[in-house]
């Protein structure tokens, strides 16, 4: 079994800053490229940003300058910090795992989207 879990969600007033976690565990072979996004009440969930495994990033534009994705290899865990928050930034924050698993004899690799069950954010004008 595969557990991603979102943490550090919460309030904060505009201008102020949050940092979300996420944990994948279980029986894991690798994971590959780790995502952030958000979905508000009524919109469609969005891509923030992404990191690959060695590192290399991407930005949606409109996080760029504020958001850092960062991750440690060894505990299977990405970082977001957020600063300088907005009223629109507002919105559960999901985070997506590209994981590879094994079968019952660790012959095979099977790499699948993993999803946690997100932690919400909100921000106060």
């Known amino acids: 079994q595969v557990r991603v879990v979102e943490s550090g969600g919460g309030l904060v007033r505009a201008g102020g800053s949050l940092r979300l976690s996420c944990a994948v565990s279980?029986?894991?072979?690798?994971?590959?490229?780790m995502a952030w996004y958000r979905q508000a009440p009524g919109k469609q969930r969005e891509w923030v940003v992404e990191?690959?495994?060695?590192?290399?990033?991407n930005y949606a534009d409109s996080v760029k300058g504020r958001f850092t994705i960062s991750r440690d290899n060894s505990r299977n865990m990405v970082f977001l910090q957020m600063n300088s928050l907005k009223p629109e930034d507002a919105a559960r924050y999901y985070c997506?795992?590209?994981?590879?698993?094994?079968?019952?004899?660790?012959?095979?690799?099977?790499?699948?989207?993993?999803w946690g069950q997100g932690t919400q954010v909100t921000v106060s004008s």
């Open positions: 997506n795992a590209r994981i590879v698993t094994m079968d019952h004899s660790w012959s095979r690799p099977s790499e699948n989207d993993y």
């Open positions: 279980g029986s894991i072979a690798a994971v590959n490229t």
């Open positions: 990191i690959t495994e060695g590192g290399s990033t």
